[in-house]
Every structure is written in structure tokens, then in C-alpha cells.
């Protein structure tokens, strides 16, 4: 099977500090694959470059057979709009917005009309357990429901690739595990690979593959035995307030 997204003996530092050398990924349509590493080993910053929000220094980065790095900095930005998503570790939703406006954002930046943009954000709340709550500010919810807004406004606009960077990281145990649930199932409806960038083993089990990056370089470990073991939660709603 060809590649989805593909990033080749890419190179990227920092001033004086080299964070990728050499490093490759592939992800295949509709994989999840966890990447693990100690902190400052590149693995974050493999995730940027191959999401196009960094350029590297070297090497090459192909998105569904399109140079991904070659791009101009307006068609990338296009592009992650249109075909990727984004979960971070701390949401980093707009406090100033509600929660509804919080998920539209990504349709309403592609000129959807507001009326559909807003309906299609009330059924994506409905989606992940939290139905009325549009109206909220930010600041008022949960980390856990905070996290469950950033994963509905990275698959409102069915992006073909998640990228998800330490989603769990702001969150204790139970709520990471109720997130990445939510997170999973989520993708695998839509049919979008996820990339998830994870310190935390029991989140890695989530991932069909886990690979490790040290000193800005990606290895493939075996497979982590338990990850076939992991429940695939068959609806994405949870009593609201769980998390």
C-alpha cells in the first residue's frame, strides 16, 4: 500500500541544536501510529515538520503523492486546513470564543456558511458527550471536556491525517484513557490515519504501530504485545461529566 504521508531522511534544528537527522515515518490511510521517545529526542518536532507547520533543513515530505515541503507557506496552511487536524496537550482552544464557535472555527475559515458550520459543530458536540454545552466559554469545562472540543474541531472538516501531540499529557489517568478512547473511535469513523506523539506506554497501546525516536533519529521497536489487547469502544458518547 502507498504511503499516505511520508517523511524521508528529514533534518531540522534549531540554532547550534539539531533536533531531527535523518530521521523517516510513514503512515498509512486509516493508521494509528504512536511515536515515543524521551523528551528532546525530535519526536515533536518530526510531527511539525510532517504536518508542514516546520520545513526541514533536509530531506523530503510527501503528502498523498504531493511535496509536501516544496509547497508555499499559503498552500501548506491550505492544506492543513482543509486535510489535517490537530489535538494538542493543553486544547489550545480560543478562550475568548464559546465552545461552539471553538469547533466551527475550521469550516467557517473554508467560507462554510455559518448556519451549516454551526449545525454541523452542535453534531459534533452531540458526537462526543457533550450535546448543549455550545454555549459555554472554554474556561469553564473540564480538561477532560476541553480535550473532548479540540477533538471534535480536529475531525469536524474530515481531515485525512489527526496529528495528535501528548493529547493525554494535561490529563490525569482515567481522563486520558476516556480521551483516547473518544480520540480512537472518532478516527477510525472518519477513516483518518492518526499521528500521535506520546510519552506514556499505555496511551502507545492505542497505536497499530509504535516507533521510537532518540537523538532526532526513528526506530521501529517490536510491537507492543498489549496494543492488540485494547478495546475498540463501539459508540463515541459517554454520560456527560464523565471526563
Given at each position: 500500500?502507498?504511503?499516505?504521508?511520508?517523511?524521508?531522511?528529514?533534518?531540522?534544528?534549531?540554532?547550534?541544536?539539531?533536533?531531527?537527522?535523518?530521521?523517516?515515518?510513514?503512515?498509512q490511510p486509516g493508521e494509528i501510529v504512536a511515536v515515543m521517545g524521551p523528551s528532546g529526542s525530535g519526536k515533536s518536532t518530526l510531527l511539525h515538520c510532517l504536518a508542514g507547520i516546520y520545513a526541514p533543513d533536509g530531506g523530503e515530505v510527501w503528502f498523498d503523492g504531493r511535496r509536501?515541503?516544496?509547497?508555499?507557506?499559503?498552500?501548506?496552511?491550505?492544506l492543513r486546513r482543509t486535510s489535517f487536524g490537530f489535538v494538542f496537550q493543553f486544547g489550545q482552544?480560543?478562550?475568548?470564543?464559546?465552545?461552539?464557535?471553538?469547533?466551527?472555527?475550521?469550516?467557517?475559515?473554508?467560507?462554510v456558511s455559518r448556519k451549516d458550520a454551526y449545525a454541523?459543530?452542535?453534531?459534533w458536540l452531540d458526537r462526543v458527550g457533550l450535546s448543549g454545552l455550545g454555549g459555554r466559554r472554554t474556561g469553564e469545562l473540564s480538561g477532560g471536556q476541553a480535550q473532548r472540543v479540540a477533538v471534535a474541531?480536529?475531525?469536524?472538516?474530515?481531515?485525512?491525517?489527526?496529528?495528535?501531540?501528548e493529547p493525554t499529557g494535561a490529563l490525569d489517568s482515567t481522563t486520558g484513557a476516556?480521551?483516547?478512547?473518544?480520540?480512537v473511535s472518532a478516527a477510525r469513523q472518519e477513516h483518518a490515519a492518526v499521528l500521535l506523539v506520546t510519552h506514556d506506554a499505555g496511551i502507545a497501546q492505542y497505536a497499530d504501530r509504535v516507533v521510537t525516536v532518540h537523538d532526532g533519529r526513528v526506530t521501529e521497536p517490536p510491537v507492543i504485545a498489549a496494543?492488540?489487547?485494547?478495546?475498540?469502544?463501539?459508540?463515541?458518547?459517554?454520560?456527560?461529566?464523565?471526563?
Open positions: 500500500m502507498t504511503a499516505l504521508l511520508h517523511g524521508r531522511d528529514l533534518y531540522r534544528s534549531f540554532g547550534q541544536t539539531p533536533a531531527l537527522q535523518g530521521a523517516s515515518l510513514s503512515v509536501l515541503d516544496q509547497l508555499s507557506d499559503a498552500e501548506r496552511t491550505r482552544l480560543v478562550p475568548e470564543l464559546t465552545v461552539a464557535d471553538n469547533v466551527a472555527i475550521p469550516l467557517l475559515l473554508g467560507r454541523k459543530a452542535a453534531s474541531r480536529a475531525l469536524i472538516s474530515q481531515p485525512r491525517v489527526l496529528f495528535a501531540d476516556k480521551v483516547m478512547d473518544l480520540l496494543a492488540t489487547e485494547v478495546a475498540r469502544p463501539a459508540s463515541l458518547i459517554e454520560p456527560e461529566g464523565a471526563i
